[in-house]
Nanobody, 123 residues
Framework: VQLQASGGGLVQAGGSLRLSCAASGRAFSWYGMGWFRQAPGKEREFVAAIAGSGGSTNYADSVKGRFTISRDNAKNTVFLQMNSLKPEDTAIYYC?????????????????WGQGTQVTVSS
């Protein structure tokens, strides 16, 4: 599975961005998909995940109520809608795929990673 993330950019606090992650390969619906982020000098952290069917999701406490993860299995794409952005959301955002139909939240569960897309939120 190859992953290509896009949609990052510069936005003011309170604004919105929508990230996309296009996957190549077969059986996209067999993979749990997740978004992680890494700020300068910090470890990569979990943001959101979605089951292969799209029926279950999980979010980090820091983004609950502001971010929404979704997927379109017909188009092999996963999305992250980010609203009410804060300066502390500034990071490189990575999409990842895990060989499970469940909702993986741990970094080590993911086998495939995209290249990352920069999100910068100005105050």
């Amino acid at each position: 599975v190859q992953l290509q993330a896009s949609g990052g950019g510069l936005v003011q606090a309170g604004g919105s961005l929508r990230l996309s992650c296009a996957a190549s390969g077969r059986a996209f619906s067999w993979y749990g998909m997740g978004w992680f982020r890494q700020a300068p000098g910090k470890e990569r952290e979990f943001v959101a995940a979605i089951a292969g069917s799209g029926g279950s999701t999980n979010y980090a406490d820091s983004v609950k109520g502001r971010f929404t993860i979704s997927r379109d299995n017909a188009k092999n794409t996963v999305f992250l809608q980010m609203n009410s952005l804060k300066p502390e959301d500034t990071a490189i955002y990575y999409c990842a795929a895990a060989r499970t139909r469940a909702v993986p939240t741990v970094l080590d569960e993911y086998s495939y990673w995209g290249q990352g897309t920069q999100v910068t939120v100005s105050s």
